[in-house]
């Protein structure tokens, strides 16, 4: 067993060799393991200046070299001491290369923390009474690791920048999710009661507003109980679910299903699940053992015919994290012989795989949301989420999340104000999914009138900009690309500076979120000169400058030569699959830019068996020095979906 | 290995032998055990209505049933989730019996979270989306536990009360420490650079002031080095040590020495200390295996000669508990076979015992402050502290130690007025030990002029209680009672009710303190009439009073019929041994009282031999229905330093 293999990773060894060879990163006779004890201790080398980054997903720091991390699936508490929802142990070295850990354990890491004796590079000695140079953890030139398992793999991931690395990692597990289309509009989460008469009534108000919206999310009340959970439709709210899912289709919304995982004596094949789960129950509810086939094959089944039968296009995965008090202990025991810490940290990746897998046996992407992960994850077709609710801390966990191989949504619930209303609107419109779930809260895109317009902007923006956010999640799956990336896997950026409050999404577009009672605030761009996204006017070149942008807008950056496609017009669903629709495609600054715009059918499979596109959009300059735009498409490049381009010369017009 | 082997605890079988005997208090068929791969699941009963307390020095909270704990020794770090100083795998239940899981490993402990299928007494399904009785932790039978190790020892101590299960607990460690007298004095610790010339004008300042002071700590700077440490005294700071702890002796102040066990190369013992350290080290400095006979016989002799040989009293030893990210590694590895977590849970317990041993040697007792400890711990002469800081939080520590045999004190460090100044030196005079830390701000008693008297004044009275203290202390040896004590563990107070801010010092003074910001508290009475300590007033009888006490008085009840021996007079410091003191006996309320007052020299071992007096001290009616006191001395009681007796009845003058 390693997480590897519970994620059900497949390499994709074509795009791992076409990548540049490079030398083994570490010199492999600094690296040590030994056993002792039915546990194996690590050891690998350190340089002085490297930098370290990843070892879960963490929400208040980005460099993790000085700490210690206990890597353990749980709800994150509100410190980065591994305990998190994707304790994924993999670290990330400013010196390009990557460690994996690959052991369903609660592993240990001393990211530069611990000293061992026989160290090549002890720090010297101080005297705290008389040196003020003296601190409390000296550097030690090694990342230290225990697993309390007797065994475990080892995986080195060189670069040679740090992007090649986290590059090589995400197509070693797979290469990244791409999403349907459909995924990448607007997902309301409806209060937990709702009925199909509210929900149905709910989507309609959206279209009178004019507010985007392409898929709805249920919660627990669709459900006939909830925790633990009957997994069938309730028959008062829901009194004619194949009717209700009817007319969501013919609204062109997809429903996506809350679930979690533990099962109600009142659920119909809960007796069938009772010799195949573990020793112990959460909320009284029976805890399947998902790594058994058999019990994957029985809750599959139900699954298939009371859901994807109707039109259910994917799930929410909840409570399959922690707290620690909710779940089972670390001793219980499942059928498959499997200890309560290794299913705790398996559980989640294996409940991923198994209801991706039933939309595969459909031909159907689907598009979810879930509290737990781990390593290998990245081809799974799941965002993380979580209730914690810190909007700064929601954005450093999207910085960080794209060094481990996984996608996290800072999602929207409520708000003390308008101004954070939107503010957080606003950036979760710029993450892989953009969602308000109002489960608990009510809450309505326009909600805070004094905002709503800019609201809609915002998500319209969105939707716009699907050509582009497309792109970066083909370039994930297909090059292991994180289609949001943390600053420190961009080229240019300054060593040494680790923001935790901006990223890029995609190769072009920086953000720069503003949080409630900001008016202004600093970003620190990467080399060469940098524009705003809705002017086209400068904004620096390198260096750090200050913004202030006004409430309506989140700072956006492209930089010198970078193109944005977007869908032309405004627009408040997904193109259906058989729409063409039109391109409007940006060029910023003053440079010749180049842009691969990536199309498939945006539904199926297909582009596994070669049904996509790339199409080479250029600009540059003509002999009288005017900025031209060029799109090329090779032959055989299909489907595409865009009738006609408008180029847009931002910043030379 | 075990925690209780580690302390050196000796259970002291005729105090033991001469508690009432009582059937096992749990079905012992209903206590399981097993072992799976190097690891041992524990599961034990639980009746629906029993409450837990201990598992820890938590701070936050007293009831810990619905809890999951990581038995960790660990600084706090602001949760009770089981990292903590003194994380003792003790629990005691409501319903009068103690379970201690005694394996020296980091022990998870489900408080009644774990949700077992074959569970005799399984929690109601209940459904979420309809039912509001519905609880994210239902409850469980039983308190399951997991101890990574092939092996535990456990120990389950009989009641028939929670008071007598922790009274088992302390005599088997050995009974609770007995403190020298002058450990009950006042403690100041002095700024970490203070030279002797300073230190020797502190004391003097003290003394033109009229504070108390019966102590001295010195901090890191009497070390030529520290962090790591050399252990000799600083030639700059301390050209003539001998001569400087002669002037403390004049002066009649003991010298505390602050520590910390890791080892600089400066140490004059280094090279012999090499091979008997770990494979880590701590801040550069060499981390002795304490566990090794001739580590402590290295280290001891040291001690001996450059620390108890000019008269040092005792140590304070420092970062033995944590951070995680300072001390070595889990898979560090000790020349005596010892894993680093295995070092971690008994390191403390090692440093004490050693350093006691080294004080009992030359037939002195010791008093010392240390910030690690564990399972039976209660006969070792050490006090826990920590710099968390936080002063309701450091009272819920002081209402927590009582139940897992461990001292705490609420140390005074700095403050932002002159109300919280008052407010914690007034709390801290109501613990095992009065200390104010000054080693990082200077500090003084009279810091805050507009409550310095007030703070002489409830130092004065700390003193004046030495008779009180010192029994409550005797008791704590003889007979296993802790000297503080949490109120579920007090006959007559009323079950389910828990307060974290009022305890018993003694069995007579119920204490309640105020925080900053406050003017009135509740104070929730054990059954029966209670007194104010000041005036003798009727305060109470059983039930929840509200008191607005003055900023200068800490609040402090007497149960009817209590009995409260105090020195007649002010003082200001301990009298020495052969001092014939006078004694103030108060008496509160209407009812009859007795107290049995404890003596002995207060310095050496005597106790030990027989050397110690108890006296009856009797209040009752007279023919006229007046009050009289009495007091009985058996033959051959001795020592005894009281010559007159002042009885004063409080409530009926």
Chains 1, 2 share one sequence.
């Not at 740090?162 to 409806?190: C, E, H, I, M, T």
Request: with cysteine; proline share 8%.
């Amino acid at each position: 067993m390693s997480l590897l293999d519970a994620a059900g990773s497949e390499p994709r060894v074509d795009a791992l060799r076409a990548m540049r060879a490079v030398e083994f990163p570490l010199p492999p006779g600094e690296i040590r393991a030994f056993r002792r004890d039915a546990r194996v201790s690590l050891r690998f080398p350190l340089g002085p200046s490297e930098r370290l980054y990843g070892l879960g997903l963490n929400f208040k720091t980005v460099e993790q070299r000085g700490t210690v991390k206990e890597l353990h699936v749980d709800h994150y508490g509100g410190s980065d001491n591994g305990r998190t929802h994707a304790p994924v142990p993999l670290y990330v070295s400013s010196a390009g290369y990557a460690v994996l850990i690959d052991a369903p354990r609660y592993i240990t890491v001393y990211a530069g923390t611990a000293e061992s004796r026989d160290s090549k590079h002890p720090p010297p000695v101080k005297d705290r009474n008389s040196d003020s140079s003296w601190t409390a953890i000296p550097l030690s030139d090694a990342v230290e690791a225990l697993v309390p398992a007797a065994g475990t793999r080892l995986f080195v991931f060189a670069g040679p920048t740090p992007l090649d690395a986290v590059r090589r990692y995400n197509l070693f597990s797979g290469g990244g999710v791409l999403p349907p289309k459909w995924g990448l509009g607007f997902l309301q989460r409806v209060p937990t009661l709702y009925t199909a008469e509210q929900v149905l009534r709910e989507v309609d108000e959206f279209a009178a507003r004019g507010y985007p919206l392409d898929v709805v999310g249920l919660e627990p009340g669709w459900q006939s109980a909830a925790y633990p959970g009957t997994f069938m439709w309730d028959p008062t709210r829901f009194p004619d679910a194949p009717g209700f899912m009817r007319e969501m289709q013919r609204r062109r919304v997809a429903v996506n299903l809350w679930i979690n995982p533990y099962v109600s004596p009142k659920a119909p094949f809960y007796g069938r699940l009772e010799p195949l789960s573990g020793s112990h129950t959460v909320w009284t509810g029976l805890v399947p053992d998902f790594t058994l086939p058999e019990t994957r094959a029985v809750v599959l089944d139900l699954f298939r015919r009371e859901h994807l039968q109707l039109g259910v296009s994917g799930y929410k995965i909840d409570e399959v994290d922690g707290y620690d008090k909710w779940l089972w202990p670390d001793h219980a025991v499942f059928p498959s012989g499997l200890s309560g810490d290794e299913m705790r940290q398996v559980y989640a990746l294996y409940l991923q795989r198994a209801t991706a897998e039933l939309f595969r046996q459909r031909g159907r992407r689907t598009w979810g949301l879930v509290r737990g992960s781990n390593a290998g994850a990245a081809a799974l077709p799941y965002v993380i989420y979580n209730d914690y609710y810190s909007h700064p801390d929601f954005i450093t966990a999207l910085v960080n999340s794209s060094f481990i191989g996984v996608l996290w949504t800072p999602e929207v619930r409520s708000s003390k104000t308008g101004e954070e209303w939107l503010r957080r609107m606003q950036s979760v419109c710029f993450s892989p999914l953009a969602m308000l779930n109002a489960w608990a809260d009510g809450t309505k895109p326009w909600s805070f009138p004094e905002v709503a317009d800019a609201v809609r902007d915002v998500m319209r923006l969105r939707l716009r900009l699907l050509p582009y956010l497309y792109t970066a999640f083909a370039r994930y799956h297909f090059q292991g690309t994180p289609p949001v990336r943390a600053m420190p896997l961009v080229e240019g950026f300054a060593a040494g500076r680790d923001p935790k409050d901006e990223f890029m999404v995609g190769d072009n577009l920086l953000v720069a979120p503003l949080f409630a009672g900001e008016t202004s605030r600093t970003v620190i761009l990467p080399a060469g000169k940098w524009y705003d996204f809705y002017t086209g006017a400068l904004a620096g070149s390198g260096g750090t400058i200050t913004v202030t942008p006004g409430l309506e807008r989140i700072p956006l950056f492209v930089a010198d030569g970078g193109i944005i496609p977007l869908l032309a017009g405004d627009r408040r669903q997904v193109p259906p699959p058989n729409e063409q629709a039109d391109l409007e495609v940006r060029h910023y600054g003053e440079a010749d830019g180049r842009f691969e715009l990536y199309d498939d059918d945006g539904e199926t499979f297909g582009y596994e068996q070669g049904d996509f596109s790339w199409t080479t959009l250029t600009v540059r300059r003509d002999s009288s020095g005017k900025l031209q735009g060029e799109s090329r498409r090779p032959p055989g490049g299909k489907p595409f979906h865009y009738r006609t381009i408008r180029w847009t010369m931002m910043t030379t017009r």
